[in-house]
Nanobody, 118 residues
Framework: QVQLVESGGGLVQAGGSLRLSCAAS????????MAWYRQAPGKQRELVAH???????NYADSVKGRFTISRDNAKNTVYLQMNSLKPEDTAVYYC????????????WGQGTQVTVSS
């Protein structure tokens, strides 16, 4: 069984910063793509940032230049550094990982709340 555990959410004023972490544990042979998604109240879940096992990056237009995704493959951990936060960044943030055990499938974290006050 594989688990993703997120940490680092909280309340911050507009213009501030937060760093999210998501650690994967369990019977992991390899982790391919890792990503952060977010879901605001009344809205669909959306992709925020994605990183491949080789380090190729992809960002939503709304966060380009403000957020940075990174990963530590030795620790099976993905990070999201969020700078210049805006009230519209308020959402529950979920990490996602494509994990190879015996087969490959994707897993989700439980979500962490990020609230940006104006």
């Amino acid at each position: 069984q594989v688990q993703l555990v997120e940490s680092g959410g909280g309340l911050v004023q507009a213009g501030g910063s937060l760093r999210l972490s998501c650690a994967a544990s369990g019977s992991i042979a390899r982790i391919n793509g890792m990503a952060w998604y977010r879901q605001a109240p009344g809205k669909q879940r959306e992709l925020v940032a994605h990183i491949t096992s080789g380090g190729r990056l992809n960002y939503a237009d709304s966060v380009k230049g403000r957020f940075t995704i990174s990963r530590d493959n030795a620790k099976n951990t993905v990070y999201l550094q969020m700078n210049s936060l805006k009230p519209e960044d308020t959402a529950v943030y979920y990490c996602n990982a494509w994990v190879v055990t015996i087969v490959q499938r994707d897993y989700w974290g439980q979500g962490t709340q990020v609230t940006v006050s104006s």
